[in-house]
């Protein structure tokens, strides 16, 4: 019943994470209440997992970005991605078919540094 207006809220979310529920009311032409009411039914079943910010790492000295693709023994798999997940350079970790297994897009101050990774 909600998956249009749902959709409209997480486009306006995704245009601006800190919108206000008045904010988006106003924009979609519905009521803060029912925007609200949205946005809490939406945390509450998970579809909504948390707010976090957007980073431009290259003003925090992250000017490399490496994309690298994992061959890994099948049972391997959920090991190595925790372990890849734990590296703080690793912005994403990816389990992915075809002829790899892991995508890892990692963000590094230089190349000597994403090297020695």
Known sequence: MYKDLDLKIIAELRKDGRASARQIGK???ISTTTVAGRIHAMQKSGMIRGFRPLLDYQKFGY?????????AVGGKIPALMKDLMLDPSHTHVYEITGEFDLLVIGKFKDTDVMNRQ
């Open 63 to 71: 000017g490399i970005t490496a994309v690298t693709l994992i061959k």
């Open 27 to 29: 924009r979609l032409g």
